[in-house]
């Protein structure tokens, strides 16, 4: 069974400045994506980012980038230049694709908060 | 279409009644998650249906719990009996067969008493 790990419970940021999530999993599968979803207070789950496991290529999504390391099976996200509206829960989620339901399993998550 | 819609938003029941979570995906998603999320935890996987067929339950989906989508559609679920470890938020998810981003819903939060 897959497994996904948050180390950070909790981390904050001061506005502007970079911020890295860490999230790392275990599997035995060679195909999979991952997944950055971000959870606003009393607000519905969004997705940030998504990597294929078979790019070698880190995703970017405007301020968001991961570093995708499959050997060390470690998927951070890392956000730039952060703004007061970044503060949320962020979950790290894996996904086996194709041949079953293509359930996500989410790790525990990080809570960021932003500081003015 | 406005995305992933669940109703009730808040559900606050006493223990051993019986309460009912329905979820409207986004129109042309045919496949559709229930997961739960309780304090301080990522979502847990609960059930998935691809159309009207429930192809998948976790283990965490006990006897009292029950999903159904008539039609391919909507999607109920119905836990019977509750128990105060029923209390969490469940979180329902569409998807398409093309596209492996699921939507999620707001959630419904279920306090029980």
């Known amino acids: 069974a897959q497994t996904v790990t948050q180390s950070q419970p909790e981390m904050s940021v001061q506005e502007a400045e970079t911020v890295t999530l860490s999230c790392t999993y275990d599997?035995?599968?060679?195909?999979?994506?991952l997944f950055w979803y971000k959870q606003p207070p009393s607000r519905q789950m969004i997705l940030v980012i998504r990597?294929?496991?078979?790019?070698?290529q880190n995703a970017t999504e405007n301020r968001f980038s991961v570093n995708f390391q499959k050997a060390a099976k470690s998927f951070s996200l890392k956000i730039s230049d952060s703004q007061l509206g970044d503060t949320a829960m962020y979950f790290c989620?894996?996904?086996?694709?194709?041949?079953?339901?293509?359930?996500?399993?989410f790790g525990k998550g990080t809570k960021l908060t932003v500081n003015p | 279409d406005t995305g992933v819609s669940q109703n009730p938003r808040h559900k606050i029941t006493k223990r051993g009644q019986n309460v009912t979570f329905r979820c409207d995906p986004i129109?042309?998603?045919?496949?559709l998650y229930w997961y739960r999320q309780t304090l301080g935890q990522g979502p847990e996987f609960l059930t998935y249906?691809?159309?009207?067929?429930?192809?998948?339950k976790s283990r965490l989906l006990s006897d009292r719990f029950s999903a159904e989508r008539p039609k391919g559609s909507f999607s109920t679920l119905e836990i019977q009996r509750t128990e105060q470890g029923d209390s969490a938020m469940y979180l329902c998810?569409?998807?398409?067969?093309?596209?492996?981003?699921?939507?999620f819903g707001q959630g419904t939060r279920l306090t029980v008493v």
């Open positions: 989620a894996f996904m086996k694709p194709k041949g079953g339901s293509e359930k996500l399993v």
């Open positions: 990597q294929e496991a078979y790019k070698q």
């Open positions: 599997t035995s599968e060679n195909n999979y994506y």
């Open positions: 249906f691809q159309n009207e067929a429930q192809l998948e």
């Open positions: 129109s042309e998603h045919n496949r």
């Open positions: 998810a569409s998807s398409g067969t093309a596209n492996t981003e699921a939507f």
